[in-house]
């Protein structure tokens, strides 16, 4: 039988080279497709993705777009606009490169609920940098009006900021079984899962504007459809300790043991590296095989070969 693989590509992953067009994402696109028909021969492949840069271009077009008539998305509503759009760039993708070597192949994109904790303390502390830059005059004024959030960033200006809760389920995830164990190749909880929570009474569904890590969700998501290999896939070929001073080290096979106390001595900066090895790490204690690499090193890495290997 062949392994199940969740593949969890980077927010940049069709941005490589600052591509903003759909033209040149689509592009980017392709070549992920490609990658995804070589290794569908040997592997079971599921996807997961970021969206990182292409969320925040919808912000911006529905804040600085809107009017009474035609008032902006909510955030949890602009991520779900956003599978959509890489969805159907990578359909379309897998699809072409399938049909490249003779071969149709079933592909679908599940528009993904992933359900938080409304009382995740998160939310108490909303962190997560969201949309476009302003001065601190507009930010304060934009907090008073819509009862934002705001923080300055890095020097750069001040932005909107949201809770980064962890995810707890995911609602369509029968749905995605089923697809896979019908031969389907399947995208899902891209960029981090729309956020949702029950309700204490009904048990319904409701959104919530928050942004869920892309590796949480995807590393849930491989726990739920009993995946096999769990791989964070980046813009690095290794996880490193000194990164970029003159005593880097690139980690190979480590331990989840081993990648704990490295990361208690603060070697993974949050918003970098560390959630990728905490969402990896924590697939590896479950009895899986998490890996971390770039698409250039990911058939290798599958192998054993490259990457940073936790098990």
Known sequence: MKKRVVLA???????????????????????????????????????AHGNGPQVGNILIHEETGATEAAPAMPLETAVAMSQGQIGYWLTQAINNAFLKRGRNIKVATVVSQVVVDK???AFKNPTKPIGQFYSKEEALKLAREKGWVVKEDAGRGWRRVVASPKPVDIVEKKAILDLISDGTIVIAAGG????????????????VDAVIDKDFAAEKLAELV???IFVSVTAVPNVYINYGLPEQKKLDNVSVDEI??????GYFKAGSMLPKVEAAAAFAKKGGTGIITDIENLKEALEGKAGTIIS
């Open 260 to 265: 704990t106390a490295l990361k208690k001595y």
């Open 9 to 47: 590509l980077g927010g940049n992953a069709l941005q490589k080279n600052g591509e903003v067009t759909a033209e040149a994402q689509k592009a980017v696109a392709n070549e992920v497709g490609e990658m995804i028909a070589e290794l569908a021969g040997k592997y079971e492949i599921i996807i």
């Open 226 to 228: 009993k995946a096999d």
């Open 192 to 207: 981090g899962g729309i956020p949702v929570y029950r309700t204490k009474v009904t048990k319904r569904l409701k959104g």
């Open 119 to 121: 009382a995740d303390n």
